[in-house]
């Protein structure tokens, strides 16, 4: 069988989630992200955990059919679509409002889930402990998964 044969064999039902990519250099890409269909039927994986995920680059569909191979660690912040932005953030523990600026200046103010293992988390210990490449702020504009190495600090506001 030809490789590209076997490729095709191989392929995994996706959605598409539409998001705005905001690079460190500064350039913006808009397209969309594949996200696998999971369990329960009508699922989808989280964008969140996909950018998470250890692999260092994820495809970014284009308008035009092309797709890219982005660098994660070249990802300032990702800007999900109206839709995805209505959803809750994923997790149960406890929010807090932030500030937070970012490399270059950008500077956001939303909620944040402080996923800490202590009876007051607070946001020094989840901004010290946290592991994950990329963080859900959610602001009064959308949901934006941003890129923990590119946030230069943190204000808290509550």
């Known amino acids: 069988m030809a490789p590209s044969q076997m490729w095709n064999d191989v392929r995994i039902e996706k959605e598409r989630v539409a998001v705005s990519i905001t690079m460190v250099g500064g350039e913006t890409l808009s397209g969309s992200l594949f996200a696998p ?14 950018l998470n995920e250890l692999e260092p680059f994820f495809p ?21 679509d109206e839709a ?10 406890p929010t807090a409002l932030l500030q937070v600026t970012l490399a270059g200046g950008t500077s956001h103010v939303g909620s944040m889930r402080l996923e800490v293992r202590a009876a007051r988390p607070r946001v020094l210990d989840y ?17 934006r998964l941003i890129n923990r190495k590119m946030i230069e600090r943190v204000r808290p506001l509550d």
């Open 37 to 50: 269909q999971i369990y329960p039927p009508g699922g989808l994986e989280d964008p969140l955990q996909l």
């Open 60 to 80: 970014l569909g284009l308008s035009t059919g092309e797709v890219l191979l982005i660098a994660k660690d070249r990802v300032l912040e990702i800007s999900l």
């Open 84 to 93: 995805q932005a209505d959803e809750e953030l994923p997790g149960s523990a």
């Open 127 to 143: 901004m010290n402990h946290c592991t994950a490449r990329f963080m859900a702020l959610r602001t009064d504009e959308g949901v």
